[in-house]
């Protein structure tokens, strides 16, 4: 089990397996809700260099 910054896990296992694309889910916040509750997949975007597949 992977423990820690969930953003950060996705991303380096992403780059240890050679991932093509990562995919990964949203729930939508924005503004207040995303600076207080924080947000993976804006954190695996700015962080990745793979092709990414947000579904909401």
């Known amino acids: 089990m992977l423990q820690g910054n969930a953003g950060q896990q996705i991303v380096e296992t992403a780059a240890k397996r050679g991932a093509d694309l990562i995919v990964i889910g ?14 993976v997949s804006p954190y695996v975007i700015k962080h990745t260099d793979k092709a990414i597949l947000v579904i909401k």
């Open 26 to 39: 949203s729930r939508g916040n924005s503004g207040l809700k995303e600076m207080f509750l924080g947000s």
